[in-house]
């Protein structure tokens, strides 16, 4: 029998005093001062009994040996006090400044409050008398903010080292539980601070038929509440949160609109675009890699790459952009293969990396000969290194290819550089059509799944029909064998899950950029004259359609979805009809 109760409450209280006053029909001044109040706390308790003596009786005084008892409680509490101030000149200056004092349990004492201020200003341009001569401009309005928020969203105890159910031990020759310490703690937690400095613009003309907006931004995070990874022999722990790093967002965003009636015809579009480019400026330190002589006189490649970041195949490090690609390439020859004396050309191998033809395989043989080795599949043969496998580039020049000193940053990550998006709506008496597109650019996809594109094959997986038709195949005991394609990007199929193409590299790696018709909605409003004779004042039909459409040259299910299994953006179509009496 098992009893189990999960007890959770809260409470918050907020208060606001407002205050505002117009002088002299110009002065517009307001203020606001605040209080705020939040603790939550829970409870969970989980029971269990065993040896039942009869069906009916399910009390725990009738059961006759304990299972086992769990329970757990967590609190955490907030406090703010915050306030206000605006004023307005003539309606033409504008100014803001906030600033809040907050405070969270989720910190030691001596670090448990920050403060946080904002301020903005505005001035419109466009009611200055020096402007009021230029009739085709509306509105024109500028903007300056700059401004700090606090973030605490971590655990409840983290600033302390906390106990954690130990795995059990043999005491006495029984199996008894244990109790132990589980993660370091870090008395020093401070709260995360992002700051955030925009510059703007508001327009609109020509009786406010083009209006849009200019946004510029630099936004930065600094003591970033992180856990870094702790060195394997400290398996045992859970790394301490730490204030470790810093991240820089810089962009743009632009929105553009028109809206125009020309006799029975009513148009209006829409565009928007932005841009951002994320920047890790400060984590563990900085990269450095490459050749130096060691204690001994060695000649020797070292980098520091495992102590300065995080990650496997995306990875956060100091001066690159937020889980960038870090990845092996494919080796790029001139396929010349020897030189003239008869010595194997390390430069003249396959143009695209893959062994191809029986030239590329000589030209394998005779690298390996010269003590050149070639990762993963280090050996030549079917089981291992064979034709239609992908070799990679050395890229440290130790003549080992594609081992881990030969992976690459690659300047993109999984994340869309640019956002855009178009919107249009035409209405002609009845009839009325409007569109919504969308896409993303500036990323790229790591896509290589088994049962998908993968040519390594398991048994009971399926195979794309892409790969069924045109995947490498070349058998060197029968050149003649129709079923030969020398020719594929593809390499050849293994029924394992080791093979040279696993390796994470620039192989599988594809643009995402997408644009999509999100909607399409086309409809016609019958003429009042004929709806009043049914006693309706509206009568709209109507057909729509949501996601209709995706333009991108990326070769999995769907580049919002990226990867793995998972649903793909629905299609939908409808057809309906709107009635109002």
Known sequence: VKYYIDGNQSWKNTTTLNWGQIFKGKHDVAALVGYEEFRKWARTTDISKKGMLDTSLTDFDALTEPDYIDGST??????????????????????EANVRYDGSSRFSPENRWGIFPSFSAGWRLSEEKFMKKMNWLDNLKLRVSWGQLGNNSIGNYEWQAVYATAPHYAFGNKEVPGLGMGSFSNYNLEWETTTVTNLGIDFSMLKNRLSGTVEVYNKLTDGILYNPTLSPTLSGFSSPRQNIAEVTNKGVEFTLNWNDRVNEWSYSFSGNFSYNKNLVSKFKGALKKGWEYDENGSYIYKSNLGDVSDGGDNRIIEGHIINEYYL?????GDATYFFNNGLVNPAGGPKDGMIRTEQDMQWLKAMQDQGYVFYPNQKIGKANLWYGDYIY?????????????????????????YYYGLQGAVTWKGFDVSM???????FSIYWYSVGQNSTSTILGYGLSKELQKDHYFYDPENPN?????LYSKNSRLTLNQTNQ??????LHLEKGNFLKLRNLTIGYT????????????????????ENLLTITKFSGMDPEMQTGMGYVTMRQLALGININF
Do not use: C, H, M
């Open 74 to 95: 967590t609190e955490f509490s907030s406090r703010s006090v915050f306030g206000r101030v605006t004023y307005t000149y003539d309606s033409r200056y504008l100014f």
């Open 328 to 332: 092996k390439e494919p080796y790029k």
């Open 393 to 417: 580039a050395d890229i440290n020049g130790d003549g080992l290819y594609g081992n881990d000193y030969d992976k690459k940053f690659q300047k993109v990550s999984s994340v869309p550089k």
């Open 436 to 442: 919504n597109w969308q896409g993303a650019a500036g």
């Open 481 to 485: 064998d129709p079923r030969t394609n």
């Open 501 to 506: 193409a696993t390796e994470a590299s620039t």
């Open 526 to 545: 019958l003429p009042q004259a004929w709806t009043q004779k049914f006693y309706a004042n509206k009568v709209r039909i109507y057909f729509s359609g």
